[in-house]
T-cell receptor, first 115, second 113 residues
Framework: SAVISQKPSRDICQRGTSLTIQCQVD?????MFWYRQQPGQSLTLIAT?????????ESGFVIDKFPISRPNLTFSTLTVSNMSPEDSSIYLC????????????FGPGTRLTVL | AQTVTQSQPEMSVQEAETVTLSCTYD???????LFWYKQPPSRQMILVIR??????QNATENRFSVNFQKAAKSFSLKISDSQLGDAAMYFC??????????FGEGTQLTVNP
């Protein structure tokens, strides 16, 4: 299995500021994803983080608001820009491990509160 | 496009009893996977069980088993001998291999002692 860590685990931010969330995997993986889970709701995919190229965003999510980097096969960052209270959510990184028969693993999540 | 529907927002079961959580899905993919994830209050997403759509045999993992009805696009989770530690939010998910997952709305499971 893949072990995933996320930093920070939680944060409280002011409206209009930006926060960068880091995702680190203990092994090289091909696919990395960023999900958002709004309070009391299910998970929604924000984007697929592509190594060496621009991320692939889902409908309703744009690069200016959620810029993503993936400099190598074990690390990715998601930035939540110009935050508003509506951005208060849990943000989860996930990876697909071909070594584990294409199973998807999730990080512990980052709980973001925007005041 | 894919959709996943969980019609039971909440379920409860007595400890040691059996409970079944329902899930239906729709997909245009010919090759896809189905998953059940558990999310306890710690918010860590934990894979409970997975099913490859091309396999007719229902997946089982200890006390957890699925009833996969491909023609009906149904994928229910059965938990046998329920334990207090099974209490959590359960999400059904679907996706092609190597690609994004689509999640259902979730079912909050309570286990009563």
């Amino acid at each position: 299995s893949a072990v995933i860590s996320q930093k920070p685990s939680r944060d409280i931010c002011q409206r209009g500021t930006s926060l960068t969330i880091q995702c680190q995997v203990d092994s090289q993986v091909t696919m990395m994803f960023w999900y958002r889970q709004q309070p009391g709701q299910s998970l929604t995919l924000i984007a697929t983080a592509n190594q060496g190229s621009e991320a692939t965003y889902e409908s309703g999510f744009v690069i200016d608001k959620f810029p993503i980097s993936r400099p190598n096969l074990t690390f990715s960052t998601l930035t939540v820009s110009n935050m508003s209270p509506e951005d208060s959510s849990i943000y989860l990184c996930s990876v697909e491990s071909r070594l584990a028969d294409n199973e998807q693993f999730f990080g512990p999540g980052t709980r973001l509160t925007v005041l | 496009a894919q959709t996943v529907t969980q019609s039971q927002p909440e379920m409860s079961v007595q400890e040691a009893e059996t409970v079944t959580l329902s899930c239906t899905y729709d997909t245009s993919e010919s090759d896809y996977y189905l998953f059940w994830y558990k999310q306890p209050p710690s918010r860590q997403m934990i894979l409970v069980i997975r099913q490859e759509a091309y396999k007719q045999q229902n997946a089982t993992e200890n006390r957890f088993s699925v009833n996969f009805q491909k023609a009906a696009k149904s994928f229910s989770l059965k938990i046998s001998d329920s334990q207090l530690g099974d209490a959590a939010m359960y999400f059904c998910a679907s996706g092609p291999s190597g690609s994004r997952l689509t999640f259902g709305e979730g079912t909050q499971l309570t286990v009563n002692p």
